[in-house]
């Protein structure tokens, strides 16, 4: 099937940028020994879990239980949950999955500790558990040096539980435009780190590794000498928003646009607008509007929830009927409205991957 | 199962407000002969439209051929698509469509027509065509007057086709804050139709219903004289962004917030901070934060994809566990997130109601 016959709105994937994107990232970490362990948030599917896995990522991150339980069905045999899991039925599907796979959860709050400790009892399985520290997000994650430390203790003298590590993520980073702006909050994380690394030290608690980073700053962790483990997620599929990142200097390669919400333009009342059929449902305007992918004059300018509006600045075409690629601003709560991947290569249809871990939220 | 034991984030719909909801926009309807044809794309649910119905709806409306076959399998028997639909195979499927159920749709364009006709004519059905005009929210629509009245010659003039009247919504209208500003805005909607009506008069083409309305304006429609159905779909739910209109002597009754998002504290790493696990991913931000239920002092001021930020304000409680509603900023891409509604009377569960049109896009 080729492309002009995908019917609309849909999610489309170009494999060939898509696999440039995932090869790009590894090269750009040739000489380092750090690894990679990739956001599964961005896509909630095991098709592309696996293929990371399988070009060296350790394994995958993931923000929930039931999206961690998506991808160990899909294959994926190394899972850290990036978060906090909250609630005895979830730690006992936690604990339950941990029979399955490797898997990893975080911690900010000693109660949560006693929880899980609980919940691994009642599995007879030991967890992995990292503190998750606040390296500046201001979100989850308690704070760095002394108060981190105390509940690592805490983890360390859990019978059924094993302290991993760090969760150090500095999320309100990734999209600050400029590179010095990005590199002053990733050197702030780093120091949080290291000042935590070195109470972890001097209370004689071994800290096996430090993970963090996104597609916006990656490269700086990875010449922290800090950070073990980098979580880039976008970097696949390479947004809107995240395009509108100065990259100059910042070392990153030049990701591409992979990902496409595919739509046809369904009303042309005046010569000004064309409406399509992509709206709020289709695309997710959290982070901006979604862009055309062309290139040409047109702007998208106004989603309601099943129509876009697109102000036409001159550009021809735009007949009712035709489709066209839109960029979606943000790729994340994109892809979780749609159940598959259109996967294209050279304009057929190459494959369909479902998105397993669509509305897996709790 | 009590409210307590729901696990979070869940869509919650409150039985009791929802249900006075339904009978408020009816008593508010009781002395006038208008038709109530209440918009399906907020609910996706035929739990939802065949209660609409048994309470004297003519049938609903939807936006998608998809939700359409998702209303008729519910055991909907009469769907408006208040919307243009694009597309060979779309057609199609809405042609077959017919074939179960009374199906009508909208036309803003004569290449629409004639392959509407041709679809009809290859399943040999008679479809309820009507002519979408734009009455201000540039948006779908052909222009009032002769152009519209020209393309419903054309459909007269189509043999597989019935010409059902004009589609006149004011979308830009419903969430204008003040009551002058929507009256004025459906004012010139109803100036709008009244010429377009004469001028079918004119021309000798019988305008069977003029159909249009949103819950925020609906009873200035019903009051016009010129509009026969009504198109409120929000009013069973009543969102945040709704609750922000002024309905001081709008005459329009107060609609109670029925839907609600069930979420988690999962963090409390600051005294200022609360982190619950309902994100953009768990309530749409389009039209703003949802709101916090308990009318508090605390404020949801910022949503990432799997974590909402409250800032406390000196609330008491939002412990590690707890629990709270939010009302969601915009119900209808919202509902579109969740697999289920978990439907609550006294603190119970008293049903689950699916939400079978969730991610019908197409």
Not at 63 to 80: F, T
Request: charged share 25%; aromatic share 6%.
């Amino acid at each position: 099937m080729s492309l002009a016959d995908v019917d609309t709105p849909a999610l489309i994937l170009e494999l060939d940028p898509f696999e440039r994107n995932l090869r790009r990232l590894n090269e750009s970490l040739a000489e380092r020994s750090v690894k990679v362990r990739p956001h599964a948030k961005s896509h909630k599917c095991p098709q592309i879990a696996m293929r990371q896995i399988a070009l060296g990522a350790v394994g995958v991150c993931c923000q929930k239980v039931s999206e961690a339980e998506a991808l160990v069905e899909g294959g994926v045999r190394d899972v850290l949950i990036t978060n906090e899991v909250i609630g005895a039925r979830k730690l006992q599907r936690l604990a339950a999955l941990a029979k399955q796979a490797r898997v990893a959860v975080c911690v900010d709050n000693v109660e949560n500790v006693k929880a899980l400790d609980a919940a691994a009892a009642q599995f007879n399985v030991t967890l992995d558990v990292l503190v998750e520290i606040n390296v500046g997000a201001n979100r989850c994650g308690i704070e760095p040096g002394e108060p981190a430390v105390d509940l690592a203790k805490r983890i360390v003298d859990s019978a059924h539980l094993r302290f991993a590590g760090l969760q150090a993520y500095q999320g309100s980073a990734q999209h600050m435009r400029k590179v010095e702006e990005r590199r002053a909050a990733i050197d702030g994380a780093i120091n949080h780190v290291k000042r935590t690394r070195e109470l972890l030290g001097k209370a004689g608690i071994p800290c096996p590794k430090v993970t963090g980073a996104g597609t916006g700053t990656y490269l700086l962790e990875a010449s922290s000498a800090v950070y073990d483990e980098l979580q880039a997620g976008s970097y696949i599929f390479m947004d809107a928003d995240y395009a509108r990142n100065d990259w100059t200097e910042s070392g990153i390669p030049r990701f591409e646009h992979s990902l496409f919400v595919w739509t046809t333009v369904m009303s042309r009342a005046t010569d000004e607008r064309a409406i399509v059929d992509a709206g709020l449902k289709a695309s997710s305007i959290d982070s901006g509007m979604p862009r055309i992918a062309d290139g040409g004059p047109a702007e998208y300018i106004k989603a309601s929830d099943e129509h876009g509006v697109i102000q036409l600045n001159g550009a021809a075409g735009y007949a009712v009927g035709d489709k066209l690629k839109l960029i979606p601003g943000h790729c994340d709560p994109t892809v979780n409205l749609y159940d598959d991947y259109i996967c294209m290569r050279n304009g057929r249809v190459e494959a369909i991957w479902p998105i397993t871990a669509r509305g897996a939220l709790w």
